[in-house]
Every structure is written in C-alpha cells, then in structure tokens.
C-alpha cells in the first residue's frame, strides 16, 4: 500500500510539474465559454443541451493528458527500473490510475461549476451532473489509462490513442448524459457498472500491455 501511495504521489507531482493539471480544466472552462456563441443565447436551450455538452468536454479533457501518461517514462526506461525493484506492472498502473484520475477528476467537477452557471443550468440538473461525473470520471481516467498503455510503444501515440479512447467511451456517454433526464436511476446504474468493470481491468489489461512493449 505505501508503494501504491508513493507511485500516485510521484505521477500527480510530475503532472502538476507539466502544468498537466490545468488543461482539462481550462479546456472545459473554454468549451462552456464557446457553445453559447454556436447555439445562441437562448436559455431554454442551453439548459436542455449544456448539460449533454459539458459530458463531452469531460470525455475530451480527460485524453489530453494521455500522451505523457506512459510513453515518456517506458521511452525513458523509468517502468524498467520499478520493474527492477520487484514492484508489478499492475501496481504501477494503478497507482498511476489513481493519480490521474486525482489529477483531471476532482478539478474537473469543480471547473463544472462555473461551467454549468455559464450555460444557464438549473440547481437540479447540476446536481445530477456534478454525482453523474463523481461515477464517471474514474472510467474515463481507466479508459484513457487503458489505451495509453496499449499505444505508449507506438509512434503518435497521443493521436493514436484519442482515436482508439473516443469509441470506446461512446456507451460512457450516452449513460453520463442519460444520468440527465433518467428518473428511474437506471442510467446511474450503467454508468456505476461500467466504471467498475473499467477500473478493475485496466491495471491487468494495462500491465499486460506495458510487458508486451518490453518485449
């Protein structure tokens, strides 16, 4: 557990280093800032549709960062050296897991704030988005995670990996937005399952990967 922590620790102070942290956050903060001038001021619409939108900034934020996720410390033999000292791929992946999802997840949800009053959504409708994002934002960390240690060996991997992330996370989406004008709670649910199945495959699938690229 104390490897686990001191691994996340050295990933969220490399990002902050990197000024890493700040772009989902901007990036959000400029989308919410842009749409009203694409679908008009009406505010009726905005509340109807802001909501949909800021999932998809969510989605887009959370790949920017992907690129530096993996790629520079196995290019720079960084993974090689912690496999040295005994420690597993798995635990690797999930401290890094853990230290992106601190890194764009509990900011991202504050920047929604001031996002959401700039697209005119009620109080009800933040709240279901705010909770909907709390559920969500750990799979789309995994997601983006998962496929950055799948191309980290690759060249272009970023563009590579946000062109494989963005299928992959369509059913997020459409159960993150459904969270919006879901009633019954049903679309919670499938956002909840789908971030547990993510979360728990992603150190395996992502250990495996970073082996493959040794190889």
Do not use: N
């Amino acid at each position: 557990m104390r490897v686990l922590w001191l691994l996340a620790v050295r990933d969220l102070r490399q990002a902050w280093a990197s000024a890493g942290l700040w772009l989902p956050i901007a990036f959000l903060l400029l989308v919410a800032s842009l749409y009203p001038f694409a679908v008009g001021p009406d505010a009726a619409l905005l509340g109807r549709t802001g909501g949909g939108m800021l999932w998809i900034a969510a989605l887009l934020a959370s790949l920017l960062p992907v690129d530096r996720l993996v790629a520079p410390d196995m290019q720079a033999g960084v993974l090689d050296q912690i496999a040295l000292r005994g420690v597993g791929e798995e635990l690797v992946v999930t401290a890094r897991l853990l230290a992106h999802w601190l890194g764009f997840g509990p900011p991202l949800m504050i920047a929604t704030l001031p996002a959401a009053a700039l697209l005119k959504l009620d109080g009800a409708t933040i709240m279901t988005l705010e909770l909907g994002l709390l559920i969500g934002t750990p799979a789309l960390a995994a997601l983006g995670l998962l496929v950055a240690t799948l191309t980290a060996g690759l060249r272009s991997s970023g563009a590579l990996a946000g062109l494989l992330a963005l299928p992959l996370a369509v059913p997020l989406l459409i159960f993150g937005a459904g969270t919006l004008g879901d009633g019954s709670g049903a679309a919670f649910k499938f956002l909840g399952a789908a971030s547990l199945l993510l979360v728990a495959i992603t150190p395996f699938a992502g250990g495996a990967a970073i082996r493959a690229g040794r190889e």
